[in-house]
């Protein structure tokens, strides 16, 4: 992992890009959303995820990549996260979920609007 650049734990969400995140050095960080990643990627609270850290701000963080949950398990795995991680099974619309909405014709009444 290169030095300024950490994982971490969404804490919080605080709105309009921002968010509290607790990095695995121990260390709670005030989080910007970058635009790329910004209406694209759905963040939630204890999601994983890659933040950039500043030189000359300590407890802020650029946030760069949310990790899905398989993707953090793999991580886990490698050893690149702590074993007291713990992983969000709750993806929303992770990658194979379908948008695809079916409704039952509950009902065939064929009620003609005049007749009421």
């Known amino acids: 992992m290169p030095k300024n650049k950490e994982y971490a734990q969404v804490i919080k969400m605080l709105g309009n890009g921002r ?4 990095c695995f050095d ?8 970058r635009g790329k990643l910004r209406k694209k990627v759905w963040i939630n609270t204890s999601d994983i995820i890659l933040v ?4 000359y701000q300590d407890n802020k963080a650029d946030v760069i990549l949310k990790y899905n949950a398989d993707e953090a398990r793999s991580l886990k ?3 690149e996260l702590p074993e007291h991680a713990k992983i969000n099974e709750t993806d929303t619309f992770g990658p194979g979920d379908d948008d695809e909405i079916q409704f039952d ?3 065939d009444d064929d009620e003609d609007i005049d007749d009421l």
Do not use: N, S, T, W
């Open 77 to 79: 795995a490698y050893g």
């Open 52 to 55: 950039g850290l500043r030189d």
């Open 26 to 33: 121990g260390v709670k960080r005030l989080c910007h959303i």
């Open 19 to 22: 968010l509290e995140a607790m």
């Open 105 to 107: 014709d509950i009902g």
